[in-house]
């Protein structure tokens, strides 16, 4: 029992050095640091020790699954300074990305979930993890997705045959690039794919700035 306690009680002094640690001789934080401190919500419902314990096998190239809160497994499937990647059993991945920003930084949380047809959403968050209170990515509508040159008769088409957009995100902390892909024609069956699916393009990127995520290419 008192080792218990005594444990319980170093693991907030041990586990700020430990996360300090893995930051690097520069101390400035990592993706790594962000997924140590995020709300639990946020990274699978795992424990801080879990989380530790996740970096440690993913160093060391173990694939072995950790459990987290609800009873599933979850492991790091890639890592950088800027970005790190898990995996739920369920095949649920998630991407941490941090984000440069003149004033402070933003953290990006894409989630993909795999259901029938992929799709992702996106949030952002201060470097304390509060919700940004202005997104610096407009999620694009439907007639964002449409070809540029679209006729007004062509767009009300679109609309009607495609109620909603799937897409899935990737983000690369290299080029500063995020890409949507669309995935709206895998809902359907290939003989009901709608003729007015071919007048959505197939992927929509946009250029962090610093500030904002920024259109290209349109």
Do not use: H
Request: with cysteine; net charge negative; charged share 20%.
């Amino acid at each position: 029992m008192k080792s218990l306690k005594l444990y319980a009680f170093l693991l907030p002094l041990i586990f700020p050095i430990v996360s300090a640690a893995q930051s690097g001789q520069s101390g400035s934080p990592v993706a790594a640091d962000f997924f140590d401190s995020a709300p639990s919500e946020i990274v699978s419902w795992l424990s801080p020790v879990n989380r530790l314990d996740m970096v440690d096998y993913f160093n060391s190239g173990s694939a072995i699954g950790t459990d987290n809160r609800l009873g599933g497994k979850v492991r790091i499937v890639a890592m950088g300074d800027c970005q790190i990647e898990w995996q739920d059993d369920d095949s649920v991945s998630t991407s941490l990305c941090v984000l440069p920003a003149a004033k402070d930084t933003v953290l990006m949380v894409i989630r993909t979930f795999p259901g029938r047809v992929a799709d992702s959403e996106i949030k952002f968050y201060t470097s304390d993890w509060r919700p940004a209170s202005v997104a610096p990515l407009a999620m694009p509508t439907l007639e964002n997705w449409m070809a540029p040159g679209t006729a007004r008769k062509d767009k009300a088409a679109v609309a009607a045959a495609i109620p909603f957009m799937l897409s899935t995100a990737s983000y690369s902390p290299d080029s500063g690039i995020l890409t949507l892909t669309n995935n709206v024609r895998s809902y359907f069956a290939e003989k009901d794919v709608p003729a007015e699916a071919a007048l959505l393009v197939p992927e929509l990127t946009y250029q962090w700035t610093g500030k904002t995520f920024k259109p290209t290419g349109r």
